[in-house]
Each structure stands twice: as structure tokens, then as C-alpha cells.
């Protein structure tokens, strides 16, 4: 492999994962832990796309708190989900919401968000999510809500 400076494309042939939440996590049935948006600054600095990957059920296998010590199942699902839109996320606050919307509802449930069968290749929720509609949807909808709220705080003025 060949050195390069921070920002350089690269011609490295490999991926890396990332825990997003930082570690594993013991309470997955409650959600995800706080998520931190540096797989997505390190995705930017090295001008590669993020894909998304979703583990269900290593609180089971290997507890973040409890270690290998109580072994419960061995079962363990993980779902890699196709890049999303041009495989670039435009901010990390795109990738932290895309994020905990798809991955967060696969490991809490062991399903994709919007899924009633396990093959359902044509999920309208999780398609939407995936190629950033849904995202630009909410940022809509969050901009919207603060203009009502900036015209209301006028109005009182």
C-alpha cells in the first residue's frame, strides 16, 4: 500500500465497520445508545461511501457489560444494507438519522423498518430511507417547523 496525505484518494481495496454507538450494546430492545457521527467524518476524509451494517443479538453472544461469562444463544443476525443514494451521506446529520432510523429499528426488532416479510424487497420505508428521500423529507418538515416557530416569536414581538 502506498502512503497518502489526509484528503488523498487512495487505492487501498478494503472496508472497514464501525460501532457508530461505540461499543455493543447491553440494552439493544430499548434502542440504540447515543450514536457519534465519526464514521461519517472518516467516510469524508477518505472520500469513500458509507454502507451501512446492522447486527440484532450480540447482547446475547457477547454482553457489552458481562462479557463471553453468560453465553445466552449463539444466534446472531446482521443485515448489510446497499449504499444509500449516491453512497455519500451530504452531512452527519444525515448519516447519524439515517442511521438510527434503519439500523436502530433492525437491532431492536431483527427486521428492516417498514418490513412485514422477511423477503419484502420492495419496502417503500426502508427504500426511502436508503436513497434519501426520506431524509430530505424530515429536513422539509424540521425547517418548516422552525420558519411556523421564527414567523410565531415575530408575531409576539
Same mark, same amino acid.
Given at each position: 500500500m502506498t502512503?497518502?496525505?489526509v484528503g488523498e484518494d487512495n487505492d487501498y481495496d478494503f472496508d472497514l465497520g464501525l460501532l457508530p454507538e461505540g461499543q455493543l450494546n447491553p440494552t439493544p430492545h430499548l434502542g440504540l445508545l447515543p450514536c457519534f /457521527? /465519526?464514521?461519517y467524518t472518516l467516510a469524508k476524509m477518505s472520500k469513500r461511501p458509507i454502507r451501512m451494517m446492522a447486527l440484532e443479538g450480540t447482547h446475547r453472544l457477547w454482553h457489552a457489560k458481562n /462479557?463471553? &461469562?453468560n453465553v445466552t444463544s449463539n444466534k446472531v443476525n446482521m443485515r448489510v444494507y446497499p449504499p444509500c443514494g449516491d453512497g455519500k451521506f451530504?452531512?452527519?446529520d444525515e448519516f447519524l438519522t439515517t442511521f438510527e432510523s434503519v439500523v436502530g429499528h433492525f437491532g431492536m426488532y431483527g427486521t428492516d423498518i417498514g418490513s412485514t416479510d422477511e423477503n419484502d424487497d420492495d419496502n417503500e420505508l426502508l427504500n426511502s430511507w436508503? &436513497? /434519501?428521500s426520506q431524509w430530505q423529507q424530515l429536513k422539509k418538515e424540521k425547517e418548516a417547523a422552525a420558519a411556523a416557530e421564527e414567523e410565531k416569536n415575530d408575531g409576539q414581538k
Open positions: 502512503a497518502n496525505a /457521527g /465519526g464514521a /462479557g463471553m &461469562d451530504k452531512s452527519a436508503l &436513497d /434519501g
